[in-house]
């Protein structure tokens, strides 16, 4: 085989690998946002939690800064608190609990409670505001607990 012939194929070879491996990433990609009910894109999909910041602003510690106080946390209710991503819960009154707010099923962030529930908004997980566990949806399990502290002045802060 001639020089010329020779550097041709593995030009042509490397092409057409080349172009198989772009045609198989291109593939595995997302498709855009989720389709609604009618079929059409939806642009306000809620998208998979990006990993939570090692500390607060100013470089202080995130357990020294206050998330919410007492009264702001409703009985059988709670608050997303999306920066941080948790969810404190009052299940019955003066009981706080605190729940990670990234759903166990593809990671977006539960976006409410209500009605005795943390829901995401995704694809319909629900999970306990007393404790966490699954309810309903597609979510493989609950969601996990975080420490929180209650100080004296009604703070309620990670622990």
Same mark, same amino acid.
């Given at each position: 085989?001639?020089?010329?012939?020779?550097?041709?194929?593995?030009?042509?070879?490397?092409?057409?690998?080349?172009?198989?491996?772009?045609?198989?990433?291109?593939?595995?990609?997302?498709?855009?946002?989720?389709?609604?009910?009618?079929?059409?894109?939806?642009?306000?999909?809620? +998208?998979? @939690? @990006?990993?939570?910041?090692?500390?607060?602003?100013?470089?202080?510690?995130?357990?020294?800064?206050?998330?919410?106080?007492?009264?702001?946390?409703?009985?059988?209710?709670?608050?997303?608190?999306?920066?941080?991503?948790?969810?404190?819960? +009052?299940?019955?009154?003066?009981?706080?609990?605190?729940?990670? $707010?990234?759903?166990?099923?593809?990671?977006?962030?539960?976006?409410?409670?209500?009605?005795?529930?943390?829901?995401?908004?995704?694809?319909?997980?629900?999970? $306990?505001?007393?404790?966490?566990?699954?309810?309903?949806?597609?979510?493989?399990?609950?969601? @996990?607990?975080?420490?929180?502290?209650?100080?004296?002045?009604?703070?309620?802060?990670?622990?």
């Amino acid at each position: 085989m001639s020089d010329l012939t020779h550097t041709a194929r593995r030009t042509v070879l490397t092409i057409g690998a080349a172009t198989l491996a772009g045609g198989a990433i291109t593939a595995c990609g997302g498709g855009g946002g989720e389709k609604t009910s009618q079929g059409e894109p939806n642009d306000a999909a809620v +998208q998979p @939690a @990006a990993p939570a910041p090692a500390s607060s602003e100013a470089g202080a510690p995130a357990s020294d800064k206050a998330l919410t106080k007492k009264e702001d946390v409703p009985v059988g209710g709670g608050k997303v608190f999306k920066e941080e991503k948790v969810v404190v819960t +009052q299940p019955k009154a003066g009981t706080f609990k605190c729940f990670t $707010a990234v759903c166990p099923h593809q990671g977006c962030l539960v976006s409410k409670v209500a009605d005795g529930s943390i829901d995401c908004v995704c694809h319909n997980s629900k999970f $306990a505001v007393a404790d966490g566990a699954k309810i309903s949806g597609p979510a493989p399990k609950g969601l @996990a607990e975080k420490k929180i502290k209650v100080a004296a002045d009604g703070n309620i802060s990670l622990a």
